[in-house]
Antibody
C-alpha cells in the first residue's frame, strides 16, 4: 500500500524558513516523480513544485521560484520542501503527492497534508 | 500558462440524479485532463486520469469526456457518499493547474 506521510509544518513568522519532509513507502520511490500541492484554508488546490525520479530536474510555480527548493533522498525514500522567505500567502496545507508513469502528469497518491501557517 | 475554468461552483442534487461538471481551458490540452474528489477533512483522491481513464477501484458511475479545450465530468446515479468538492486539473504543461472546484451537496 502506498503511503506518504508529511511532517515539519507549523507556525512560522514571515521571512523565516521551514522544511517539510515526506516519508514514502509501499512503492519503489526512485521510480516516480514527486510533487508538492498546497491548499490555502477554504481555498482550492495549487501545484507548487515537482521533481523527477532521479532528482536531476525540478519545476516550480512562479510565485515560489527562488524561495522554495524541492529535493529528494532516494536512499531514504524521502521527499523534502525547503521553504525560505515565507510570506503570509504561503499559508496552506501542503500535500506530498506521487505522480505516475515517470512524467509530470496527475497526482495519483496523496499524503494527509501538513499545515504551514505564516504569521507574526 | 493554461487557465482552467470550472463550473458550476456548487451543485445541490438528489440521490439518484446525474451530475455534470464542466472544465474549459484557454489552450488546447488534447485529453490531458484529470479529475479529483475531495471529501471534507480529507486529502484529494484521483478519480480519472488523462484520456478519460477511470482509476482502479473507482465506480463506473464516474466518467469524463472531452478533448482540446472543453471537458465534462459526470456522476450517474449520485449517492450520498459522493458529497464533496470536485476538481479538474490539466497536465499538458507547466505550471500544472487546477480548476477552482465544484462543491457537490446531496439533498
Amino acid at each position: 500500500e502506498v503511503q506518504l506521510v508529511e511532517s515539519g509544518g507549523g507556525l512560522v513568522q514571515p521571512g523565516r524558513s521551514l522544511k517539510l519532509s515526506c516519508a514514502a513507502s509501499g512503492f519503489t520511490f526512485s521510480n516516480f516523480y514527486m510533487a508538492w500541492v498546497r491548499q490555502a484554508p477554504t481555498k482550492g488546490l495549487e501545484w507548487v513544485t515537482s521533481i523527477t525520479n532521479s532528482g536531476t530536474s525540478t519545476y516550480y510555480r512562479d510565485s515560489v521560484k527562488g524561495r522554495f527548493t524541492i529535493s529528494r533522498d532516494n536512499a531514504k525514500s524521502t521527499l523534502y520542501l525547503q521553504m525560505d522567505s515565507l510570506r503570509s500567502e504561503d499559508t496552506a496545507t501542503y500535500y506530498c503527492t506521487r505522480e505516475d508513469l515517470g512524467q509530470l502528469n496527475w497526482f495519483a497518491y496523496w499524503g494527509q497534508g501538513t499545515l504551514v501557517t505564516v504569521s507574526s | 500558462e493554461t487557465t482552467v475554468t470550472q463550473s458550476p461552483a456548487s451543485l445541490s442534487m438528489a440521490v439518484g440524479e446525474k451530475v455534470s461538471i464542466s472544465c474549459k481551458t484557454n489552450t488546447d490540452i488534447d485529453d490531458d485532463m484529470n479529475w479529483y474528489q475531495q471529501k471534507s477533512g480529507e486529502a484529494p483522491k484521483l478519480l480519472i486520469s488523462e484520456g478519460n481513464i477511470l482509476r482502479p477501484g473507482v465506480p463506473s458511475r464516474f466518467s469524463s469526456s472531452g478533448y482540446g479545450t472543453d471537458f465534462v465530468f459526470t456522476i450517474n446515479n449520485v449517492f450520498l457518499g459522493d458529497e464533496g468538492i470536485y476538481y479538474c486539473q490539466q497536465s499538458d504543461n507547466v505550471p500544472l493547474t487546477f480548476g477552482s472546484g465544484t462543491k457537490l451537496e446531496i439533498k
